[in-house]
């Protein structure tokens, strides 16, 4: 059973989540794992902890961390912390299978490949630029040259690429623009719905 739970780190917000999660396993007979269970701490005196501890015996952990390959983090992300997903992009793309596809066949790849990203990493954090820079200099040499980074310098620049067809592009989503715009979706949900516990 996963279960994220955000709330105040007093004693009596962890009592009314401690009693949410008896009454989700009386309704639903779904016991959480003690041994797998965690919590973590920001800005908490230890007194205040061993008196939380005392009410979920979870074990602690601190940040940082990785949740379905995305780093949980209580800082902006860097471009260090963005180097396991250059390398997955790279990995993906650079398969030896992946030199064989057509033309057509590379241009779906780099648009699966940036879904992908864009249903994680760009709808959680806002890329480094230098990260993004990296990730469209992978794309654009797969594209022209097979990953080929020694081959011709393109003849159109990535930029242009990512324009819709109509406008004379390939119709790719440039990456920082659909960031922006993912996380634009948050803004909207903190004013929208500001009685909700995420916000």
């Given at each position: ?176 623009e659909w960031n922006e715009v993912l996380l634009m979706k948050h803004i909207w949900k903190i004013m929208e719905q500001k009685q909700n516990l995420w916000v």
């Amino acid at each position: 059973m996963t279960l994220w739970s955000f709330c105040n780190g007093d004693v009596q917000s962890i009592s009314v989540v401690k009693k949410s999660l008896n009454e989700l396993s009386r309704v639903s007979g779904l016991f959480p794992n003690l041994k797998k269970s965690t919590i973590f701490f920001g800005s908490i005196n230890d007194q205040v902890k061993q008196e939380i501890l005392k009410i979920v015996a979870f074990s602690i952990r601190k940040l940082p961390m990785r949740y379905l390959g995305v780093p949980l983090l209580a800082k902006c992300l860097s471009v260090n912390d963005c180097r396991q997903l250059i390398d997955k992009v790279k990995e993906r793309i650079g398969d030896w299978k992946n030199k064989f596809l057509s033309y057509a066949g590379r241009l779906q790849l780099i648009s699966s490949v940036l879904a992908s990203m864009q249903n994680y990493w760009a709808s959680v954090y806002l890329i480094p630029k230098t990260a993004v820079k990296e990730i469209d200099k992978v794309m654009n040499n797969f594209l022209r040259s097979h990953g080929d980074s020694n081959g011709r310098k393109a003849k159109i620049a990535w930029k242009v690429v990512c324009r819709p067809k109509d406008q004379g592009g390939l119709g790719i989503k440039p990456l920082r623009e659909w960031n922006e715009v993912l996380l634009m979706k948050h803004i909207w949900k903190i004013m929208e719905q500001k009685q909700n516990l995420w916000v």
